[in-house]
């Protein structure tokens, strides 16, 4: 696999929650806990369940930091 994207991280899915049109996918990166918002379609199509090992591939134009006052 080929991707422009460089935010790559290695991670395993601990959870699905389908709803109707979208399924939300609880992953472990490494003790960081991530959540990817997907289709129902993609989830079947990747053949994603909990214990699958993947790379969250992330792609955006802004990132929000924050620090405590």
Partial sequence: ?????????P?????ITKGEATANVELDAGGVRLMAS???EAVE?????PGSE????????????AVED
Avoid: Y
């Fill in 54 to 65: 993947l790379a969250a591939v992330i792609k955006a134009s802004d990132v929000m930091l």
């Fill in 45 to 49: 199509e990747l053949g994603l369940r």
């Fill in 1 to 9: 696999m080929r991707l422009s994207a460089r935010n790559r991280i």
């Fill in 11 to 15: 991670a395993r899915v601990t959870a």
């Fill in 38 to 40: 997907i289709t129902v």
